[in-house]
């Protein structure tokens, strides 16, 4: 016990050292700014990432909208190209505008000619509503057909009306022309076709053969547009320029547009 009668650490429990007293808590006002920092800095952490995401989401949406921008161009080239396949010359492009094309095309590969003869030998006559040939079991009822005379390069359409046999193709309509063998085509050729129209129905490039249905080719189109390079006769048209815009479905801000001439093949 000390002078003064007490025990030796009462002193100190009643007077805490100084240091003790030093150490105090945050106020409220500390810990709302403290708040205040940390909701600002994962504001910003949030908004840096959701930015990044967006960005990221854009280039993701720019490359497949590219990327269908060039399958798109591959699979109307590839079509264009195949006006006038299995046909005569100049006997493809049917109707132009700048929004579609319309052309023959022989899909099935089905084709056949008279048998030939000496020149001068009269192969048809104008009026006859059957045609002698070498193979006609190719063809069915209702073919869509073109008879051509290679040696004055004269066609005239016409449509199987009834069954063909290995012989002989009857026709919807009698003959406009007859045909006569010469030195330079002893025959005259009968190729089946059908009418193919390109076009744009919506946001979507279709395909129509005959009075099918139109067919799908490529969507997220806005615009597309032919160019003739000033042809306005279609038996002359040889080149066609081609313009797809496309458009991303979910963002109308994401655009690509595409360029290209097509060469045809007759």
Do not use: C, W
């Not at 504001?43 to 798109?72: C, M, P, W």
């Not at 190209?81 to 492009?93: I, N």
């Not at 002989?168 to 030195?183: C, E, F, K, Q, R």
């Amino acid at each position: 016990m000390s002078k003064d009668g007490k025990m030796p650490n009462e002193k100190m429990l009643n007077h805490p050292p100084k240091k003790f007293l030093d150490e105090r808590g945050f106020t409220i006002v500390e810990m709302l700014i403290a708040s205040l920092i940390g909701v600002i800095v994962l504001g910003a952490t949030i908004y840096i990432f959701t930015l990044q995401e967006d960005v990221l989401n854009s280039e993701n949406s720019s490359t497949d909208i590219r990327a269908k921008g060039r399958h798109a161009m591959k699979v109307l080239s590839k079509e264009l190209k195949m006006a006038g396949f299995g046909l005569p010359t100049k006997e493809s492009v049917t109707a132009i505008s700048s929004t579609s094309i319309s052309y023959r095309v022989n899909n099935d590969d089905v084709r056949t000619s008279t048998p030939p003869g000496a020149s001068g030998t009269t192969i048809t006559t104008a009026g006859d509503t059957v045609i002698t040939v070498v193979n006609g079991s190719v063809f069915t009822d209702g073919d869509k057909i073109v008879i051509y005379n290679p040696s004055f390069g004269r066609a005239e359409y016409n449509i199987v009306d009834g069954t063909p046999t290995t012989t002989s193709i009857p026709l919807d309509t009698a003959l406009i022309n007859g045909y006569v063998a010469s030195a330079n085509a002893k025959l005259v050729t009968i190729n089946k076709y059908n009418d193919v129209t390109l076009g744009l129905s919506g946001t979507t490039i279709t395909k129509t053969v005959d009075s099918g249905s139109p067919v799908t080719l490529v969507g997220e189109v806005s615009n597309l547009s032919f160019d003739f390079y000033g042809v306005t006769e279609t038996s002359l048209v040889k080149r066609v320029g081609v313009t797809i815009n496309m458009q991303d479905s979910n963002d109308s801000s994401i655009t690509f547009d595409y360029k290209s001439d097509v060469i045809l093949r007759n």
